[in-house]
């Protein structure tokens, strides 16, 4: 077993403390989201991996029933920049509603620019669930 | 700050030698002090140590720091898995079994209401008839004779199936031939584990959609669900486990049971969660 503290924090850290993700989209008009970035870091596609990392997790708490994909490509040639960074919203129907483009932009300018883009709704602060060591 | 409080004639006497030996006799010291114990004393930490583990595996689930309700922990670990390929997405059960010295390993099977991948099956056999009743009958993965346990030998066919049957005139032939590639897999019959038979039907009958389970090291480990299943689908399969799980203790052969501690649900790359299961 790991440790108690560690591991409370790690799930806290999906439930609790990550304030900008706590998110509840609405499900009527999505029904997915589609990340597309590269494997590697190289070529400003730090980030997007890092929005996965960091903000997808809490996403997926608060939204169970939404579909999210993540295609990583992977791409070893340093100088080929072409491999596609971004993150789709889709409908019922699997058509694109929004994209945002991730490139060049840091995990949490990803995540603001996502709470502008997108029709969501803050979750209330008693709807949050926080573990604590009984 | 040290050297300069001794005294400089004293100082001379402790030479750089000597300091050396000095040091090393304390750390031997302290190395037999900590590790040497009688052998009675061994005895009793034994007794004690077990004593513990079974008072640990007799505590209810819910008393413990990392417990979950299991809806709760499924919303955890599917949001740690969000976006890994959907074949990585396991969803593990591992029970902890607090054993007495000499008691066998629990094993049995458990047959899951919503299985996670079809059962692959192997046949053994010279007998013509019993391999195509296999081959039309239950649609075996794997179906022969002697050709096929030479071609297991030089590595021709890979061992990718989860059981394996066989009938009494073939299964000394796999035993002197494959052991060594069947067994560490589990996957060699023996008629100690009811896997030889002269018909073969009504063993595989019953064995169609059933998953082997068996206790290694103190625990019992086993894939229940993916992380796509509904709710009800992971907890029927869980109540199955429960189950297998509680069989497998009451057939087991010993003066006193294993009992069955802590279970945690875990995904591939998620933390493990304590849910309350037996």
């Known amino acids: ?134 | 700050m040290m050297i300069g409080l001794i005294p400089p004639s004293r100082f001379q006497l402790f030479g750089a030698t000597s300091r050396c030996l000095f040091h090393t006799a304390t750390l031997l010291k302290v190395e037999e002090s900590g590790s040497k114990l009688t052998k009675e004393q061994l005895k009793k930490r034994e007794v004690r140590r077990a004593a513990r583990r079974k008072v640990e595996a007799k505590k209810p689930a819910h008393t413990h720091p990392l417990y979950l309700p299991i809806p709760l922990a499924l919303r955890y670990l599917r949001a740690v898995e969000v976006g890994y390929p959907a074949s990585q997405q396991v969803i593990t059960a591992t029970t902890s079994v607090v054993a007495d010295r000499g008691n066998p390993p629990l094993a049995g099977n458990v047959s899951l209401p919503s299985p996670l991948k079809d059962v692959l099956v192997a046949v053994f056999s010279n007998d013509d008839q019993q391999l195509s009743m296999a081959k039309k009958k239950f649609r075996c993965h794997l179906v022969g004779g002697s050709d096929t346990i030479s071609k297991i030998k030089q590595g021709e066919i890979l061992v990718d199936f989860d059981k394996a049957f066989a009938t009494p005139d073939i299964a000394q032939e796999l035993t002197s031939q494959v052991a060594r590639i069947l067994g560490p897999r589990q996957v060699l019959p023996m008629a100690k584990r009811g896997t030889v038979a002269p018909d073969l039907e009504p063993i595989l009958k019953n064995s169609f959609g059933s998953i082997p389970f068996r206790q290694k090291g103190n625990s019992i480990s086993l894939a229940v669900a993916k992380c796509d299943f509904s709710d009800r689908q992971v907890l029927e399969n869980l109540l199955s486990v429960q189950t297998a799980f509680k069989e497998a203790v009451s057939n087991q052969k010993a003066k006193r049971p294993s009992i069955l501690g802590r279970t945690t649900l875990t995904t591939t790359h998620g933390p493990g969660i304590v849910i309350d299961l037996v």
């Open chain 1, 1 to 134: 077993m790991p440790s108690i503290p560690k591991q409370l924090n790690f799930l806290n850290r999906i439930s609790f403390n990550t304030p900008k993700a706590h998110i509840r989209l609405d499900p009527s008009r999505y029904s997915g989201l589609k990340l597309v970035f590269q494997y590697e870091n190289h070529n400003g596609q730090m980030g997007a991996r890092k929005f996965w990392n960091q903000y997808l997790p809490t996403m997926k708490f608060y939204n169970p029933d939404l579909q999210m994909d993540v295609i990583r490509i992977r791409n070893s040639n340093l100088k080929d920049d072409t491999t596609p960074c971004y993150l789709q919203a889709l409908d019922k129907e699997g058509k694109v509603i929004d994209t945002l483009q991730m490139k060049n932009k840091h995990s949490d300018t990803i995540m603001d620019e996502f709470n502008q883009l997108f029709q969501r709704e803050q979750i209330p602060e008693d709807q949050l669930i926080q573990l604590k060591r009984n």
